[in-house]
């Protein structure tokens, strides 16, 4: 079963953008972490992000490093299935229509400006 409705949300990437081609459309596949507080417990959920980068997908992708901050728009597509223990799993998947970086990552020893 799949669901797709409009979101918007931030989050961390877990890793380098990595460039991705379907036919002779170029995409841009991010791993993005989004940590909620739920009572006294953080919840990480991994969302893998895909957005269409056109003909110079290079001019983005210097931006989108492991550790950027990101706010997302777009589709997010919910798909349900089994794993091998019978446990049903969610996955999540957002097309970017539109994003904006927030912060860059931060390098080891720097202090982030409060």
Known sequence: MSTKFKTSFIGILGKDAELKQIGNNNYITLNVAKSEKQGQENITDWVQCNKFAGNSPSNLM??????????????????????????????????????????????????QPT
């Open 62 to 111: 210097q931006y989108l490093k492991k550790g950027t901050k990101v706010l997302f728009y777009g589709k997010l597509d919910v798909r349900e299935w089994t794993n091998q223990q019978g446990e049903t799993k969610l996955q999540f998947t957002l097309w970017v229509d539109e994003l904006e970086l927030i912060s860059p990552p931060q390098q080891t020893g720097q202090q």
